[in-house]
């Protein structure tokens, strides 16, 4: 089978690092290209972080940036658990520089070039998803299908009824969401399963590349971080939803009708789910609810290994 | 009898209120002093001629009075697509033997608190217009509240959209004021009432009791059942006979505490009950949330109670 062609929508953010490393090794995913946006830290940061990721890889993937921000609201962070620049205080080579589009401009004109078989892999806030549909109306029939990591059939992470990614711009998840295109949601019900502990870390930096002891060392923080809230381990969310976007074996998935709710008192950026109701929403949406932990992890090993 | 703790019994009935009555009535931990209605599975007049029928079916001597007709705020809404046209659609039920005080639900509801000797706890099956409006309006009396068990709300999900279940969703400001009364609370959501399903052979075991009003239970379990089946669940959800369990069978129920909070707007997401799960708000707790059941444990105590109606008779 040929591999996918995809782009990597990302804020590195240090999960998006271990995605960056996993995707460069993974054999059913084409990466055509890398765009920032803001999310867990600021534009400058995210954009930096990305560049300095694919040329430590030294991988041949263009980095487009997108948005410095939501479309309709302030900006909030995630720094104090990504660190002031996104990654944990890690400062990577830095020689490249970006791409000349923007990132919502070379979502589609990749897209035109692939001919309706791209996917986007989006793991951080959709602001630039959202800005490429807004702008391009023959978008929606151009993408076969988007694997984010976000949101929550059930609890929040950043509020107890919103996850980050899409708290940061509810607005712009919504209209993901409301696309067309099939939004596969990698969110909190799975991600918190995809738990690597503090053991199986140390195993992953004990393969001894560069590149394994840069994954062990960059999460230490965050292992501190997820101690602190009574977690033994690191919950690798955009990890896990990069797999999932390249083999979904080892993942359950349930049709389901997705919105953002972008108005509540205390419920803004719930992906509100829609899995059983009465309702019964039209099913725009995959909630990808569960993931076989040992076997993510033994794919991160086979992975890592190849550094 | 002082052993009994005195509730109020606040509902919307509704097959499940009425099975959720019948198991108040029948346990010897419980002492009915009075029985309120409110507009919710179907309008206030039919489901206060329900709760009139249900009372006289099973013997409730206790003071009835009627809630009003629409919740706090917005328009009335109802499920009569799920208890039929009656509300309590059926089997045939006997006519009232009494009629409704001439008070309203949260006067009676007042009244009773008022004069009991020990704090009142209210189980509360249906939309929570009545308890917010006690509690806005009496709020003296909170020190004699023992708990409210509520059913209503679900920690993830909702049922009737899909973040709000039905009796929040019909009167969340109500619920908000009753989450944020500082009383100890007790939450029957979805979480727990879509595990407390009833089985053909559950309902069969309870008719084969044979006495009259195991007949009828069977009967509305029956009724339940095929309409649940209709839309795709496995078995009948008992939700609001849970809340009742809750007070006298703690030990078949997995109870976890959190911070809830009521969505009161939004486009989506009124009427929600959304918990802390990981203690973001460093909120104390404010609700006992019921999320596990032991079925096997929950159908015994159903049919104890329908069982005790003939032990009662003969």
């Known amino acids: 089978m040929n591999p996918i062609p995809v782009i990597l929508d990302c804020d590195p953010g240090v999960d998006d690092a271990i995605a960056f490393l996993l995707a460069r090794q993974l054999p059913q995913l084409n990466v055509l290209a890398i765009t920032s946006v803001a999310g867990n830290v600021g534009l400058e940061h995210t954009t930096y972080n990305a560049l300095g990721l694919v040329e430590f890889l030294d991988w041949d993937v263009p980095v487009y940036q997108g948005a410095s921000g939501p479309i309709f609201r302030k900006r909030v962070e995630a720094s104090s658990v990504h660190g002031a620049n996104g990654m944990a205080g890690f400062d990577l080579p830095h020689?490249?520089?970006?791409?000349?589009?923007?990132?919502?401009?070379?979502?589609h004109h990749i897209a035109l070039q692939q001919q309706g078989e791209l996917e986007l892999i989006a793991i951080g806030p959709l602001t630039n998803?959202?800005?490429?549909?807004?702008?391009?109306?023959?978008?929606?029939?151009?993408?076969?299908?988007?694997?984010?990591?976000?949101?929550?059939?059930?609890?929040?992470n950043t509020t107890p009824a919103a996850e980050f990614n899409i708290y940061a711009d509810p607005e712009a998840a919504d209209i993901v969401f409301t696309s067309g295109v099939p939004v596969h949601m990698c969110g909190l019900d799975m991600t918190m399963k995809a738990l690597m502990t503090p053991a199986e870390l140390d195993q992953v930096g004990a393969l001894g590349s560069n590149e394994a002891v840069f994954f062990r060392d960059v999460v230490q923080d965050i292992v501190g971080f997820m101690k602190r809230i009574g977690i033994l381990g690191i919950s690798m969310h955009d990890p896990a939803a990069v797999l999932y976007a390249a083999d979904d074996s080892i993942f359950k998935a349930y049709p389901a009708g997705?919105?953002?709710?972008?108005?509540?008192?205390?419920?803004?950026?719930?992906?509100?789910?829609?899995?059983?109701?009465?309702?019964?929403?039209?099913?725009?949406a995959f909630a990808v609810m569960d993931i076989d932990r040992d076997a993510f992890v033994m794919k991160v090993f086979e992975l890592m290994k190849k550094y | 009898m002082t052993s009994r703790i005195p509730i109020i019994l606040d509902g919307d009935p509704g097959h499940d209120d009425a099975i959720a009555w019948m198991l108040a009535k029948a346990n010897d931990k419980l002492e009915i002093l009075a029985c309120t209605s409110v507009s919710g599975n179907q309008s206030i007049e039919k489901t206060s001629y329900n709760a009139r029928r249900v009372m006289t079916l099973l013997g409730i001597d206790a003071p009835f009075a009627m809630g009003r007709e629409r919740p706090l705020f917005g328009e009335p809404v109802h499920a009569g697509n799920i208890h039929g046209d009656t509300g309590l659609d059926g089997p045939a039920l006997p006519e009232p033997a009494f009629e409704a005080l001439p008070l309203?639900?949260?006067?009676?509801?007042?009244?009773?608190?008022?004069?009991?000797?020990?704090?009142?706890?209210?189980?509360?099956?249906?939309?929570?217009?009545?308890?917010?409006?006690?509690?806005?309006?009496?709020?003296e009396l909170k020190p004699k509240i023992a708990q409210i068990s509520i059913m209503g709300g679900g920690l993830d999900h909702g049922n009737w959209t899909p973040a709000a279940e039905f009796n929040i969703l019909v009167d969340p400001e109500?619920?908000?004021?009753?989450?944020?009364?500082?009383?100890?609370?007790?939450?029957?959501?979805?979480?727990?009432?879509?595990?407390?399903?009833?089985?053909?052979?559950?309902?069969?075991?309870?008719?084969?009791?044979?006495?009259?009003?195991?007949?009828?239970?069977?009967?509305?379990?029956?009724?339940?059942?095929?309409?649940?089946?209709?839309?795709?669940?496995?078995?009948?959800?008992?939700?609001?006979?849970?809340?009742?369990?809750?007070?006298?069978?703690?030990?078949?129920?997995?109870?976890?505490?959190?911070?809830?909070?009521?969505?009161?707007?939004?486009?989506?997401?009124?009427?929600?009950?959304?918990?802390?799960?990981?203690?973001?708000?460093?909120?104390?707790?404010?609700?006992?949330?019921?999320?596990?059941?032991?079925?096997?444990?929950?159908?015994?105590l159903l049919a104890e109670a329908a069982a005790w109606y003939g032990k009662e008779q003969a």
């Open chain 1, 95 to 107: 020689s490249r520089t970006t791409a000349a589009m923007p990132a919502w401009d070379a979502i």
């Open chain 1, 129 to 156: 998803l959202a800005m490429a549909f807004l702008k391009y109306a023959d978008l929606p029939g151009l993408i076969k299908r988007i694997v984010i990591m976000g949101g929550a059939t059930a609890a929040g």
């Open chain 1, 258 to 284: 997705i919105r953002v709710e972008t108005k509540g008192s205390i419920t803004q950026g719930k992906t509100v789910t829609d899995l059983f109701s009465d309702a019964k929403w039209q099913k725009n």
């Open chain 2, 104 to 139: 309203s639900a949260v006067e009676l509801m007042a009244k009773t608190i008022t004069d009991s000797s020990e704090p009142v706890t209210i189980v509360a099956t249906g939309p929570l217009t009545n308890v917010g409006a006690l509690l806005i309006l009496h709020p």
């Open chain 2, 174 to 300: 109500a619920a908000d004021v009753v989450f944020k009364s500082g009383l100890s609370l007790t939450m029957a959501g979805l979480d727990v009432t879509l595990k407390a399903l009833v089985f053909p052979e559950d309902f069969e075991r309870i008719r084969a009791l044979g006495n009259p009003i195991a007949t009828v239970v069977a009967e509305w379990l029956d009724f339940f059942y095929g309409f649940h089946r209709s839309i795709g669940y496995a078995g009948a959800p008992v939700h609001d006979a849970v809340a009742v369990a809750a007070l006298v069978k703690p030990e078949i129920l997995t109870i976890k505490e959190y911070f809830v909070q009521i969505e009161t707007s939004g486009d989506f997401c009124r009427g929600a009950t959304i918990a802390d799960h990981y203690g973001f708000n460093g909120q104390q707790p404010n609700t006992h949330a019921v999320v596990g059941i032991d079925r096997e444990g929950f159908i015994d």
